[in-house]
């Protein structure tokens, strides 16, 4: 857990701690942390400034998000605060600056069914971030997570709000990424051309490395 | 318009009347990014103002060290134009560096920030103005670009400054080549300026522990020249034994004959018992020649207009913090300064001519007790 900067224990049940981005995970199985929230905007914004990688204009990836206050959140606002418009390779350089990892199929399912159904996992995320008064970066994510806690959300949902297609994976790279809405519907699978394709209404997770 | 207050209790406290700092972030794709760093480095030491610089999508201050003209250098080494325009990175590091409403911010960019949206709440409350110049669409030359700033953020001027001096002080010295004159009751200490910047030394002695002076100063801001109660600052008193002592054992009895004669404009002259209609105003200073002629203007001025034809005159000194009455030129017994203003409110009627060698003068309230400058002679007058 080489980038974790600080943990502490809310419940019994779950442990947080903020990764090196700026915005909370949560412990989900044995020694993994998966980000509590996709990838936002800001923490893609840092990557960008932080990197300044050549193979990225920084508008691109930004063009499908349109910019505005995480005060003035709205429930229409909530796909573009969530970063889209990658393909799998550049997922995976903004995981891999973070020390962290696109999840695996097993690993999002078990998050998904352990966390994310849970509905009081994001208010749980939103009062750890705020026990961590040294905190500066990134103000926009606590912002963020209290928008989406006064919006009534729950984590399984803002799937639902991102895309309405499931991805499933059968090698890695894991492009383009995650979503899991229900059993039901199927999706599209992605292998190693994922890289090459972008897809417009997905976002991604990670968990940090071990 | 930014008022900073330096209080050196030793000596004097200084009024620094400035134009409100510059938070600089400009766009590290503009061109001529050596020219504007210089620019507005030459303009922050013309207004001495302070002076905050970033590049947007860079974290760190750009310091006005030897080398400062390499910024093209910097840009190329760290990559910053690939940094984008992010404004982030700046809020996160360097927004903690200046005080809030310290400074205007001014951005210069060449297309959108993306993150702009994100932090309006924060430049709200850190910045007095906001100057954006979205330069993406315009090209303009840089000298082009001067003039407009010339115009929008440094036509700043200050034509004129007035203090006013609430109740209760005492100037014991006032700022050079300020006009001195009394209206309303108070104290009002005027100067033209003209200047981009000013610095007003003073000292202030009082009985409260803070005193209040108004400011009153005409900008020549653009477009319009405006005329605006900038601030009211609070100053200690000095801290000198004399003057401590004086007043912690006034302040109450002070208080209570300032609201007294608040309460009845009209007051018995202690003196003669008759009804004066005593003025609020009171003049201290060290300088001979603004003493002198302070008072030749109070008292010669209302004998010429006629409203003070009973005036009368105690002329007194203080030695040893000691003050030592002089009626009808008879040394009277010492007094001490704790006791002198009961004291001067029991005697009797006294009758003395106008002194030809006034060294200082009082309109109504001295008898309150406000001076304590010691080895000094004083005339008092009285209405």
């Known amino acids: ?47 960008i400034w932080k990197t300044a990688p050549d193979w990225c204009h920084y508008k691109r990836p930004l063009n499908a998000s349109i910019p505005f206050s995480p005060l003035n959140l709205r429930l229409e606002h909530i796909t573009y605060l969530f970063m889209t ?61 209290e928008g989406i806690h006064r919006l009534g959300l729950v984590r399984s949902e803002l799937n639902t709000k991102i895309s309405e297609m499931v991805f499933e994976f059968t090698e890695k790279p894991f492009g383009e990424i995650y979503l899991k809405i229900s059993d039901r519907e199927s999706g599209q699978v992605l292998g190693p051309n994922a890289q090459k394709i972008k897809c417009e209404k997905s976002g991604f997770s990670v968990v940090l490395k071990e | 318009m930014k008022l900073y207050v330096k209080d050196n209790k030793l000596e004097s406290s200084r009024l620094e009347l400035r134009r409100a700092g510059v938070f600089l972030c400009f766009d590290a794709s503009q061109p ?44 190329v080494s760290r990559k910053i134009i690939q940094r984008g325009r992010f404004l982030t990175p700046i809020v996160e590091n360097l927004f903690c560096k200046i005080s809030d409403k310290d400074s205007d911010l001014v951005l210069i960019h060449s297309g959108s920030i993306c993150d702009l949206a994100d932090w309006q709440d924060e430049i709200k409350a850190k910045f007095v103005k906001v100057y954006q110049y979205d330069t993406e669409n315009l090209e303009p030359l840089f000298e082009d670009l001067q003039k407009q700033w010339d115009h929008e953020l440094f036509n700043f001027a200050i034509n004129d400054i007035s203090l006013c001096l609430e109740d209760g002080l005492i100037y014991d010295y006032y700022p050079d080549d300020f006009e001195v004159k009394i209206d309303k009751a108070k104290c009002i200490f005027t100067r033209l300026y003209n200047e981009n910047y000013a ?34 600052c609070s100053i200690q008193p000095q801290d000198n034994e004399l003057s401590k002592v004086l007043i912690e054992s006034s302040a109450k009895e002070f ?19 008759e009804a004066h209609d005593f003025s609020v105003a ?24 006629e409203i003070n034809n009973d005036s009368q005159y105690v002329i007194f000194h203080q030695k040893n913090n000691l003050i030592y009455f002089q009626v009808n030129k008879r040394r009277l017994s010492p007094i001490t300064p704790n006791r002198f203003i009961i004291v001067a409110q029991k ?16 309109m109504a309230q001295i008898y309150a007790g406000l001076f304590y400058d010691q080895y000094d002679t004083y005339v008092l007058v009285l209405r």
């Open chain 2, 282 to 305: 009171f003049f201290c200073d060290k300088k001979r020649k603004h003493r002198f002629d302070f008072a030749r203007h109070i008292v010669f001025s209302e004998i010429e207009s």
């Open chain 1, 1 to 47: 857990m080489k980038l974790v900067q600080r943990r502490k224990n809310i419940n019994p049940q779950r442990e947080f701690i903020i990764d090196s981005s700026g915005a909370p995970a949560v412990k989900f199985n044995d020694n993994k942390y998966i980000g509590v929230l996709p990838i936002t905007r800001y923490q893609f914004e840092r990557f």
């Open chain 2, 199 to 232: 610095n007003v030394d003073f000292k202030v002695y009082g009985f409260n522990p803070k005193v209040k002076i108004l400011l009153d100063i005409t900008l020549n801001e653009s477009p319009h020249k405006t005329s605006e109660i900038v601030d009211i």
């Open chain 2, 32 to 75: 001529n990014v050596d020219d504007i760093y210089n620019y507005f480095d030459s303009k922050r030491q013309h207004f001495k103002i302070p002076f905050i610089c970033g590049i947007l999508g860079f974290e760190e201050q750009i310091n006005a060290l030897p080398g400062r003209n390499n910024i093209s250098k910097l840009i």
């Open chain 1, 85 to 145: 418009g990658l393909n799998a390779e550049e997922a995976n350089l903004y995981a891999e600056y973070f020390g962290t990892r696109i999840p695996s199929l097993k690993e999002w399912d078990c998050a998904y069914e352990t966390l994310f159904v849970k509905n009081d996992l994001i208010f749980e995320a939103l009062r750890f971030m705020k026990m961590q008064n040294e905190v500066k970066e990134d103000n926009r994510v606590l912002k963020l997570l």
């Open chain 2, 347 to 362: 005697l009797p009627p006294i009758q003395v001519n106008i002194s030809s060698k006034i060294e200082f003068c009082e």
């Open chain 2, 255 to 273: 208080s209570e004959l300032v609201s007294a004669y608040k309460a009845q404009k009209i007051s018995p002259c202690p003196f003669c018992g």
